[in-house]
């Protein structure tokens, strides 16, 4: 596992943070997160966020498979011309969450409970309630957020003002928007299984939603094989985070590139990644979408 920077303009890539470099650079200076939790030594990076810290400084939040499920906390920095991250600390989850997606808020982070690691996957495809969202801060620690169970919920992020909370619901196929502090419903969008979910820096207000639309033989017929190529359908749906209006604005029949998880738009560019193989997508808004 490791974390990549991904350069537009030379296109090209550079490891920031691995389980070699991490051995390697043991810093043990915990300054976020829980002060009990130490710098791991196994990494295998899931989901991750970057955000503002109230004092400004930029904070990547990563789930970490590696070892415990944990939540780890990097600063992101510029030195001599060049963006690094230095590890600043992290969470250890409850016991027997299984974690997909973190993102970050004032006091703390949000993150997918996605299933249970005993038993989850029977549920899994059954159809039941897998999992919820849990909310943690240094203050209060860990706790769920009301109203947010459901099916294996995937990708999540959260409003400016922290208010809202953005949930993929997969096995749903729902995109469901809760009030973070009364656990009240605000929408409930019909969008089919959808990954994961990036606010779109280009169009502050719209929300960009990786959506599958294959069956569970064919998700996992590409598990364990990453220098394959997944050919699978998937979309990326614009959704206005205020009047729910969604639109597919890039579709794909999985023939060069299938299974796109999640999406990231630089002006009129899509750099998409996918859940397995080793290449990410770049393509012009509106490709393979019926005028």
């Not at 299984?193 to 569970?216: M, R």
């Not at 017929?221 to 990453?226: E, Q, T």
């Not at 299974?259 to 193989?277: E, F, N």
């Amino acid at each position: 596992g490791q974390i990549t920077l991904f350069d537009f303009t030379s296109q090209q890539r550079r490891v920031l943070y691995s389980s070699i470099s991490s051995n390697d650079l043991k810093s043990r200076n915990s300054i976020w997160g829980d002060p009990s939790c130490n710098e791991p030594e196994k990494f295998s990076p899931h989901g991750f966020d970057l955000a503002q810290r109230p004092g400004g400084r930029w904070q990547l939040l990563v789930v970490n498979h590696g070892e415990a499920e944990t939540i780890e906390m990097f600063e992101v920095l510029r030195q001599d011309g060049e963006w690094t991250v230095v590890w600043r600390g992290c969470v250890v989850t409850i016991e027997d969450s299984f974690l997909n997606d973190v993102a970050a808020t004032r006091n703390g982070f949000v993150t997918t409970h996605m299933m249970s690691k005993d038993g989850g996957t029977v549920d899994f495809f059954l159809g039941a309630k897998t999992g919820f969202l849990w909310q943690w801060s240094l203050q209060e620690g860990f706790s769920k957020v009301v109203g947010s169970e459901g099916a294996m919920p995937n990708g999540v992020v959260v409003g400016k003002d922290d208010s809202r909370a953005y949930i993929n619901m997969y096995r749903e196929d729902k995109v469901r928007v809760i009030d973070r502090s009364s656990g009240k419903m605000l929408a409930d969008l019909d969008i089919k299984g959808g990954d994961n979910t990036n606010w779109d820096v280009t169009h502050p207000g719209k929300l960009l939603v990786a959506s599958h639309d294959f069956s569970l033989l064919e998700m996992g017929a590409c598990m364990g094989d990453s220098a394959k190529n997944c050919p699978v359908k998937f979309e990326i749906i614009e959704v206005d985070s205020q009047t729910f209006f969604q639109r597919a604005i890039f579709r794909s029949d999985g023939k060069y590139f299938g299974a796109g998880t999640s999406a990231v738009r630089v002006g009129d560019v899509l750099y998409i990644g996918s859940y397995t193989g080793q290449r990410i997508l770049v393509a012009p808004v509106g490709y393979g979408v019926d005028e």
